[in-house]
């Protein structure tokens, strides 16, 4: 039997969730996770990565077959229904999800990893770009759920935007000090103190190897 902690993905989560609701054919998946703007936590850019999520659900026995549309004049439908276990690791997914956070690399981090890489002006003008359009992302999302919500959506249905608000507003604070520190060069390098810092940093190291 497969894994089906292996199967775990945001995409899976939100297909099970969908056929939850009701069992559904793939493409009304796509059109629904677009419609209720859950595409902006899941990725369903290339639609063909839902077909094959369902695919992988499938050969677990999360999800099975309920039957097969054929409308005159359309292509085949193949319509999805969720399973005991598949309810069942729905309900674990989430509270695992909710309650431990995953240990995720995303590119943001690895590239401060590696800021001396560039000059200092250079990454002053990155930093300054990134908090430009993190600022535009938080604009547009309260917009929005500023919009749902006067339109009478409760707010249970975009707790997920207002933690991507909340994050957001929380790197722009966190970018803004940086961009700060680089201008006033309370942070700042060049090739010399890297070179310097660097013999510094692996003086001690080569000593304890000498000693060995």
């Known amino acids: 039997m497969p894994d089906r902690s292996r199967q775990r993905s945001p995409l899976a989560l939100t297909v099970l969730a969908l056929l939850a609701e009701a069992p559904m054919h793939a493409y009304r998946m796509h059109e629904l996770i677009k419609r209720r703007g859950k595409d902006s936590v899941v990725n369903v850019t290339q639609r063909n990565s839902v077909y094959q999520t369902i695919a992988r659900l499938l050969r677990s026995g999360l999800i099975s077959v309920q039957s097969t549309e054929r409308d005159e004049g359309r292509p085949e439908r193949v319509v999805y229904e969720i399973s005991d276990d598949g309810r069942s690791a729905l309900t674990t997914w989430l509270k695992d999800m909710l309650g431990a956070p995953a240990r995720e690399y995303p590119d943001f981090p690895a590239a401060l990893a590696f800021l001396p890489v560039l000059t200092a002006k250079d990454a002053l003008l990155a930093l300054e770009q990134r908090a430009g359009e993190v600022d535009a992302q938080l ?72 000693d060995k």
Not at 145 to 158: E, M, T, V
Not at 172 to 182: H, I, R, S, Y
């Open 139 to 210: 604009v547009q999302s309260q917009a929005i759920a500023r919009q749902l919500l006067d339109g009478g959506l409760p707010r249970l249905f975009l707790i997920e935007d207002e933690y991507k608000q909340a994050m957001l507003k929380a790197e722009l604070a966190w970018l803004k000090k940086l961009v700060e520190d680089l201008k006033s060069k309370a942070l700042t390098w060049n090739t010399q103190w890297l070179r310097k810092m660097a013999a510094e940093l692996e003086g001690p190291r080569a000593a304890g190897s000498n």
